[in-house]
């Protein structure tokens, strides 16, 4: 059972706005510890999408946002393209296990 | 461009060993700070371990659930980092990605990611 919970999945059509929350506790995002994001298609390897809350690294497209507040954040996804189809995973670190962890993950269908 | 190659994988018996190598260019190996995530088929990722540059200690930390039966470590020479795996049981059944971590503000994150390597543990 992840420390991180993510929703399974989140459908949305193209074009539309989407939005994966990522809820933890006061040993990791309560405890105001960076949330950083990850993309992955199958079969491939996970690919750092957002960085320090909110940053995005170079060739990240801009419509891929994320916010912090509390013990939860989000990652949103405005225009949303066939291309997004992918899972999703939220990253953290936790005070009391002394471990970096991992959401869940997020299916986002295109539909 | 950053690589990171992992090899080493394989089948392997129910409490069998088994050494994971991640061989990195393209930075400076031995200033990286070297982790292993694993992801289950079909599951999600987990963080196995890292081991810190010599600069910092060349201290290496796992996983509460890995502690005692898995151990990274490196060899800045050969520029690589590796895996030992012990009492493996089917659980360890996963995809083993060699990873970079970087760091900004009060977070650390994995910048670079190796096409991870199989294992698989089966009788």
């Known amino acids: 059972q992840s420390v991180l919970t993510q929703p399974p999945s989140v459908s949305g059509a193209p074009g539309q706005r989407v939005s994966i929350s990522c809820t933890g506790s006061?040993?990791?995002?309560?405890?105001?510890?960076?949330v950083h994001w990850y993309q992955q298609f199958p079969g491939t390897v996970p690919k750092l999408l957002i960085y320090g809350d909110r940053k995005r690294p170079s060739g990240v497209p801009e419509r891929f946002s994320a916010s912090t507040s509390g013990t939860s954040a989000s990652l949103a996804i405005s225009g949303l393209q066939a291309e997004d189809e992918a899972d999703y995973y939220c990253?953290?670190?936790?005070?009391?296990?002394?471990?970096?962890?991992f959401g869940s993950g997020t299916k986002v269908n295109v539909l | 461009d950053v690589q990171l190659v992992e090899s080493g994988g394989g089948l392997v018996k129910p409490g069998g060993s088994l050494r994971l190598s991640c061989a990195g260019s393209?930075?400076?190996?031995?200033?990286?700070?070297m982790n292993w995530v694993r992801q289950p088929p079909g599951k999600g990722l987990e963080w196995v371990g890292h081991?810190?540059?010599?600069?910092?200690?060349?201290?290496?930390e796992h996983s509460p659930d890995l502690r005692g039966k898995f151990y990274v470590s490196r060899d800045d020479s050969l520029d690589t980092a590796y895996l030992d795996m012990n009492s493996l049981s089917t659980e360890d059944t996963a995809v083993y990605y060699c990873t970079t971590e970087n760091y900004f503000d009060v977070g650390r994150y994995f910048d670079f990611w190796g096409r991870g390597t199989l294992v698989t543990v089966s009788s």
């Open positions: 393209g930075f400076t190996f031995s200033k990286a700070w």
């Open positions: 990253q953290s670190y936790d005070i009391t296990l002394g471990t970096y962890v």
């Open positions: 081991i810190l540059p010599k600069s910092k200690g060349g201290t290496s």
């Open positions: 006061s040993s990791n995002l309560g405890a105001r510890f960076d």
